[in-house]
Each structure stands twice: as C-alpha cells, then as structure tokens.
C-alpha cells in the first residue's frame, strides 16, 4: 500500500424529502446564487422544492450551464457574481451543473482567468459551494474535481480542490430521468471504479473489496433499474453507489489510471459524444491493448465481478474484457466508434493532439499519443 | 435505505515514516498537551519520533490513562488541561488512549462534569483532538465516538461527537504488538462490521458488499499476521480495516445493532476483560439468541464470508454462527465465559442491571435484561 493522506469533508445529506433541509444547512447572512442548467429541474419539480426551502431568503440565478460545462458559459456566471458580491454558491442539477459551478466558486474568488484555473489543474482559492444533486453519474457531489470545456479550442480538462460543503442527495429526483441518461450514469460511476482498480495487482484488499463492491452493485441494480425506473430501493443504490465510485473512498493507498477518460473527454470535446458513453466506448479498448499489463487484476476482476473462473489466464483475461463490453452494451450504450460515426480520421486528429501536449495516462504513464491511437483502433 | 446525513471530517495520514508531518498538521500557535498510557510508545519509539517531530515547539504531557479509561484519571488530565490553557490535544497510542482524550477534550472545553458528558451521551464543546494512533482495533482514529469507564461504579459508557482534526497511522509502530494486542484488535474490528451489518436485511447492496469487504480483507489477513506479524502489507491492511470497521462508511442509510458491544461493556466493567476479546466471546451468543431475527442476513453472511452454501436455511444459519465463533477462537481467543472463570451469577448481575436500567438494545431494540441473561447462558 502506498502512503496517502485522506480527508472529504463535504456533508451527504441522503433521502426522501431532504432538499427542505436547505435552510437549515445554509449559513445565515449569505450573497447566494443559485446555479442552474437547462430548466430539466423545472420540469420534474426540484426547482420548485428549492425556491420553496429558501422561502424568505435573497438569492440571485444563474441558468444555463450546458452537458460539459464550457468555460465561455461559466466566464458569465462569474462576472454576474462578482457584480453582486455573490459569497456562496449552491448548484441543482446533474454532474456538469456541479462541476461548472466548482470553477464558477474558484473564478468568483480568484482573480485569475477561469481557463488558467483549469489549466492550472487546481483551485486555490473559492467561495464556499454546495449541491442538491439530481443526476447520478459523476460523483462531483461528493469530490474535489471538476472537467470543464473550452469550446474555442476543443478541449477538456479536469481540476481539483473543491469538494462541495454539502450536497443533498434524494433519489426520487431521479424518477424522471431518461433511460438514456441512466444509462450513462452507470456507465460512468462503473467506469470510474475500472479506473481506480484495474491497476497495479495487491496493493490493498480492502481497496480492491471495496471496488468490487461498488462494481457489483452497479451489475446487480441496473437490469432492475431498467424495468423499474421508479423503484426506491433501487435509485437509492445507484445514486449511493454513484457518489461512492468517485469520492476518494476507494482509492487509498493504491494507483489509479484515468487514460480512459482522457481519451473519451476528446470524444466528447470534439464529436459531443455524452461523458459516461464515451467511456463505454473507450474502457473497453484500454482493455484490450493494456491488457498485459493488467492482467492480473483482470483475472481477480473476471472471478468476482462475472463469476470467470475458468479457462487459461488468456482466455480469463478476454472473457473479462469481453464481459465488461457486454455489461456496457447491456445499459443500452454503443461501445464501437463506427456505431457513432466516428472513423479512422479522428483517432489520428486524438493520437495527435496528445503527442502535441507530451502527455502519458495510466497507471504507469505510458499511455501517449501512440497507445492511444491502438486503443481507439481497437474501438473501431 | 434510510434517510441518513454523513460527514467525517477527520484528515487520515496513512503510512510509513509519517509521524514526521505532525510539524506541518498541528497549528502555530497552539497550548499544546500530549496524551498517553503507560509507556509503550517509550519502548517501541512511537515517543522518540514523535518528540522529535515536535523539536522547538512546547508541550506538556499527561501520562496513564489506562486501558478502558477510568473518569477518574481523566478527571485529573482535564485539572492540568485547564491549569494550563490547553487548547490543544495530541493523542499517542491505542484506543483507549483516544477515546480517554475525546473526552480529556470535551471536559476542558465544557464546565460540566466529564461523567455527566458521558452519560448525556454527547460532546457539546469541545477543544481540537488528534492523534498518532499505535493500535488498530477502535476505529476511534476516525470517528466521533469513546467509550469511558467509571471505577466508581463499575460502569462503562460510549459518548459521541468528537472527531480527531488528523490522525497518523503509521503500520509500522504495530510491529511491537502482542499477539494478543493483536487478536483482540481483529476481533474488534470483525465485531464492529458485524454490528452493522448483520441487522435487518435488503437495505442497501452497496453497504453490504462493504461491510463484507472489511469481513473478508479481516479474514485474509488474520492467519497471515500470526505467521508474519512484520509484514508491512499486511500491517497496512489490518490498520486500514480498523480504521473503516468503523468510521461511518458502512452504515449510510442501515439500521445498527451493538447490543454485543452493550454486554461486552459489562463483562469489561465487571470482570476486565479486553475489549476486544469479550466481543469475541458475545457476539457468538448474540446471534445463537437471535438467529430467527437475523436469519436472512445470516444466510448472505455465511455464503459470502465463509462460501457457506449447502445444507436448509437453518443448517446454513447455525453453520454461519459456528464459523463466527471459529473465526474468533482462530484469532487465539477464548469464545466461553467459563474459559474466563466467569460463571452464572455474573450472569444475573448484568441481566440485573440492565432490567434496572431499563435499556433495551439491537437493531430491533429489542435486547433488554432477559434477552441478555439467555445471550449470556447461551456462552457457558
């Protein structure tokens, strides 16, 4: 086990009708504004229960931050909350409302340019923010990160540093999400659990439990999910589970990969492809090329997760990289790159732009621009 | 699932070679007391390295707080506490150690008697805590509860609300452990687990597979520490697991027991036996008693921790309980309470007190004196 420091600080505030709870979990004596995306909230009523918990309390609105928030929109949201001396921020909605309201904290509090903020890779400084968080799928609710788009250039990047002071969590929110949009949920919180354990072998049973865990309730709860899509018990599993996938519990002491969501954030930069498809599309081929180097944890992973316990370790290893496609495509989720339109052009224009950077993902950092292009062949 | 609200504030520095950081995580500035039990951390260097990170700064120390701290000696590190306006505490050693300074902390804070804090249940105020914790077993590390001893009356009680600011964990200061230290620490930490889990069953799969997750790593690791009781991998697992046996991550939304932790408490006050190891020797009588009650948990924990999956529903139930209680005795535990020289007229005493009490525990609060008197006859 490596030697690591942990600390979240961040209040989950879990269940029925806990969004009323708003007003006693904001401070008094606040500048607030409330962040929005589209208007999906108010359609399926959250907007309502908001307005009506801070009945009696000043607020401004932010609306319109897009799926994959872009830094051109954020910019906006920071100069309404500087103009009105703004010194809390409380976001409602889904991952991206969140992750864009994480750098609208940073810009309102540091005088930096937004984008520098993200290139920069961290916040140093950010007003206090909180959630009511309505899609499933990031953990954003629950950690210190946020992606962000650059719509003039085509790029997204992650930073870190602000874990929300609280976010509430109610899975019947979730009942009018689309099955779409579930699916892609699952598809990002299982791929986010991959990332942090189908890495170097024997660094810590509880970790690796621990994934697994997560892992298996994701496979169990999501054929239920999709019959019943307003069933409690089940929401609430996936919504717990989407907030322990990425909220820094599972990755004590042990390495981690990310190339994955690398490579899909260009998917989703350059062909708008949804976050959590992207990574269905890509995991899979990491898989494939890497699996040498993973091989280990892909026979442990095939045995717990799918039950794969026979055969030569080859074939192991394939059956638990075939099982993972077949667990994605099972959401409802394309996993090839011509299902999506995309050809042998723009695996070029991706293996080129991380040559460009001089960036290497993964566990051992040896994922470049040149692995990169055999893994999204290997999606083709 | 339950509603519930989740938040450990507490800063965990895990690994080798961090006492060194206490520099850095403790503030200028402070009135700083050093707490601790009787002298280990001399022998094993725990005190040398942690004397030498604090070089320059000053301190007083406050020496013998005992295994299960007496109010009686807390009393008087909260005399000298305040004497010398300590606002401040540094925790160096095992459980105990701990919790006795949670409440050195709260009673310097608080005019209240430390007593009437313990028996109301809750640390109202409270003066900043950490710790450099030696002995993997409590959890106390990381989470907000003690328990506290009175000599006086031969009573045992835990109080809540007080989570360290940071503690170290370092794996190596365990290598000076007893096998005995050792056995109780596992049997704690199993028992903890146990507390939590094995209630009322389909309430959360991600919490399941969690606390499943402890119970195996726990397992694993148990007959590698009595073979290699300096392995570093191992250490780090075993001090891991202690540490998220219990520190709330397990019971989001789930229903508790602790009715075994209530009578342990008794067989600690009345009889001194450790901790950990009358929790070895209850629990197995806890679930004989209540097996109709915990049956379907009892069904999922037998197959998933013991690959028990042959036989009817009530073999399986009893074979589950039998493997628990060889788990303990595995550890080098005594699981009877004559093998402790403890016989039916203890028996009566604690069922007594209880029925004076009028307590009732366990997930069904339903384990009031009587019920206790049979768990009791149930380990003769």
Redesign the interface.
Known sequence: ??????????????????IKKLADLLPDSINLMLTFGGGSVTRNGVYDQVKEALRGRNFIEFWGIEPNPRVETLRKAIELGRENNINYLLAVGGGSVLDGSKLIAAGIADETDAWEIVKRGVANKQIPFASVMTVPATGSEMNGGAVISRQETLEKYGFFGNYPR?SILD?EVTYSLSDYQIACGLADAFTHVLEQYLTTP?Q???MD??A???L??IK??APGIREKPKDY?LM??YM??AT?ALND?IR??VTQDWATHQIGHELTALHGITHGHSLAIVMPGTLRVLKEQKKEKLMQYGERIFGITEGTKAERVDKAIEMTEQFYRSLGLTTRLPEEGIGKEAIDTIATRFNERGVAYGENGNVNGDVTREILLSCL
Not at 1 to 15: A, D, H, S
């Open positions: 086990m490596n030697n690591f420091i942990f600390q979240n600080p961040t209040k989950l505030v879990f269940g029925k009708g806990q609280f899975p024997g810590s049973r509880i439990r621990w697994e865990g997560v298996l309730s169990e709860i018990e609430a599993d717990l589970a322990l519990f004590m002491g």
